[in-house]
């Protein structure tokens, strides 16, 4: 049985309370195209009203002892673990993912709530040695300020536990702004958040428009940060508009991640690792598997072996037992998945499963597409160029390792990259050579809340995780004292 309900949760929070808006917005359930719930249509002034709350909560919360703010962040990861069976539904529903995934999710969000807690207590400055006599220098690490956070669709509550916990850790108070998909998750989160009794106006959310949120956020300057996970394009766009005021900013944006699987990689153990990042969450990860690199002596094994798996993928709404491969967020992902597949197949690719949308009874509506697996695909093709973020995986030939790495960097994206082999030395070389800032060697599991995971290139700026993570939201303060 569904345990949630849709009716209660047309509400922003800010300064502590739930603020209902005449003008809503439908979400839909990607799995059916139909409304499942309404949340306000925010724009300026409900953003103005959430940044003035965080503005006067922050002096107080960033003067809390640091374990005072991780007694909040535990008792907050308790409540979700406690609700965690109807927030994965709720996921489920709203963003589209299998019940399974979006159960581990949501014991994600925890995870990277509790590491936080606990590395908000080891915020430490420094003592430096002083060149004059009678002087100390010290380095002191501050809380930045108000942050504005921008989360994107497709880990709706793990991006927010990201986000939100190294903020709260450091001392910083938050503007939320879930994507237009998915904001009731970031609102139920937010529920238990308040339920701890946070103090008012240290966490807010705003829904509704998201150019106009955005463009408010990055016009104050009492915001100091914005911490945005989504597309490069609208990196650029937040980046563009943070320089008026000098904004900090930390982007995770788009990638165009390969896998190079070498003659010597162990091609069970690759394929599994293959299709378990590739078709996680329909292919919406951002640092999900672009280009399947194979070595011309492997390729036929490979292949073969991904197809079978492939083919017995099952496709269904995400609530359903079974269902493995759930609908895609939005339309707009569907169309571009189909065009780039179209474009694909008319340029030589030979298409091996797949390669439609998936219109079966009970499915027709939704924005199902299915597992699709490419063979012969070519660098002229779109689909090495661009993002697919969809459950398409294109296979390529390689003859020589200098070769494939070169073609592996030849993006503007920077993001992540696989490798398969049982050879150190190509391992190191790989390690040297690949333009990424995460990378995985036989294995393709990136995400854990001590790692610092981020991009260089047009994939990003800063990191999410670890203590890098946190000191995103911190600043220096550096301090020549002479005692006199
Ligand atoms: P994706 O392509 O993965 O959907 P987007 O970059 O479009 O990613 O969206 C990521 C997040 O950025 C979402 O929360 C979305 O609402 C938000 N967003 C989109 N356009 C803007 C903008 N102009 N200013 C601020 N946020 C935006």
């Known amino acids: 049985m569904n345990p949630i309900q849709h009716d209660d949760w047309n509400y922003a929070w800010i300064n502590g309370e739930k603020v209902f808006l005449k003008e809503s917005m439908d979400v839909i359930n990607p799995a059916n195209g139909k409304p499942m719930g309404r949340v306000p249509r925010g724009g300026k002034e409900l953003t103005q009203q959430a940044i003035d709350a965080a503005a006067k909560a922050f002096p107080a919360w960033s003067k809390l002892p640091a374990d005072q703010r991780s007694s909040y962040l535990l008792e907050w990861a308790e409540r979700i673990?406690?609700?965690?069976?109807?927030?994965?539904?709720?996921?489920?529903?709203?963003?589209?993912?299998p019940?399974?995934?979006?159960?581990?999710?949501?014991?994600?969000?925890?995870?990277?709530?509790?590491?936080?807690?606990e590395e908000g207590k080891r915020a430490y400055g420094e003592i430096i040695p002083a060149s004059r006599?009678?002087?100390?220098?010290?380095?002191?690490?501050?809380?930045?300020?108000?942050?504005?956070?921008?989360?994107?669709?497709?880990?709706?509550?793990?991006?927010?536990?990201?986000?939100?916990?190294?903020?709260?850790?450091?001392?910083?108070?938050?503007?939320?702004?879930?994507?237009?998909?998915?904001?009731?998750?970031?609102?139920?989160?937010?529920?238990?958040?308040?339920?701890?009794?946070?103090?008012?106006?240290?966490?807010?959310?705003?829904?509704?428009?998201?150019?106009?949120?955005?463009?408010?956020?990055?016009?104050?300057?009492?915001?100091?940060?914005?911490?945005?996970t989504g597309s490069t394009e609208v990196g650029k766009i937040l980046m563009r508009q943070a320089a008026d005021n000098v904004k900090r900013l930390t982007l995770e944006l788009g990638g165009n991640a390969p896998v190079v699987v070498f003659p010597d990689a162990n091609l069970e153990k690759a394929v599994d690792a293959i299709m378990g990042n590739k078709f996680e969450n329909c292919g919406q990860v951002c640092n999900g598997i672009n280009l399947i690199y194979a070595h011309e002596s492997i390729r036929l094994q490979l292949v073969?072996?991904?197809?079978?798996?492939?083919?017995?993928?099952?496709?269904?709404i995400g609530t359903e037992e079974g269902t493995q491969i759930g609908p895609m967020i939005d339309p707009s992902y569907l169309d571009k998945v189909e065009t780039l597949v179209r474009?694909?197949?008319?340029?030589?690719?030979?298409?091996?499963?797949?390669?439609?949308?998936?219109?079966?009874?009970?499915?027709?509506?939704?924005?199902?597409?299915?597992?699709?697996?490419?063979?012969?695909?070519?660098?002229?093709?779109?689909?090495?160029?661009?993002?697919?973020?969809?459950?398409?995986?294109?296979?390529?030939?390689?003859?020589?390792?200098?070769?494939?790495?070169?073609?592996?960097?030849?993006?503007?994206?920077?993001?992540?990259?696989?490798?398969?082999?049982?050879?150190?030395?190509?391992?190191?070389?790989?390690?040297?050579?690949?333009?990424?800032?995460?990378?995985a060697i036989n294995g393709t599991s990136l995400a854990n809340p001590q790692s610092p995971f981020g991009g260089v290139k047009e994939s990003g700026i800063g990191r999410v995780g670890g203590h890098q993570g946190l000191e995103e939201y911190m600043e220096l303060k550096y301090v020549a004292l002479t005692i006199e």
């Open 343 to 439: 474009d694909a197949v008319e340029k030589g690719a030979k298409l091996v499963v797949g390669g439609k949308r998936v219109t079966d009874e009970g499915l027709q509506d939704g924005y199902f597409y299915a597992p699709t697996l490419l063979d012969d695909v070519t660098a002229d093709m779109e689909l090495t160029k661009r993002e697919i973020f969809g459950p398409v995986a294109p296979v390529l030939t390689f003859t020589d390792e200098a070769e494939v790495l070169a073609r592996c960097n030849n993006t503007p994206y920077g993001l992540a990259a696989y490798v398969f082999t049982k050879d150190a030395a190509r391992m190191f070389r790989m390690i040297d050579g690949l333009e990424v800032g995460n990378l």
């Open 99 to 117: 019940l399974e995934e979006a159960r581990g999710e949501i014991f994600g969000t925890t995870v990277y709530i509790r590491w936080y807690a």
């Open 81 to 97: 673990l406690a609700d965690r069976e109807r927030l994965a539904w709720l996921l489920s529903t709203e963003q589209g993912k």
């Open 304 to 316: 073969e072996k991904l197809a079978e798996k492939i083919r017995n993928l099952k496709v269904g």
């Open 133 to 228: 006599q009678g002087q100390r220098l010290m380095v002191f690490k501050e809380a930045i300020g108000v942050v504005g956070l921008i989360p994107p669709a497709n880990f709706p509550g793990a991006i927010v536990a990201n986000k939100v916990a190294p903020a709260l850790a450091a001392g910083c108070t938050f503007v939320l702004k879930p994507a237009e998909q998915t904001p009731l998750i970031a609102i139920a989160l937010l529920d238990h958040l308040m339920a701890t009794g946070i103090p008012a106006g240290v966490a807010n959310v705003v829904t509704g428009v998201a150019e106009e949120i955005g463009t408010t956020l990055s016009a104050d300057p009492r915001v100091r940060k914005i911490g945005f």
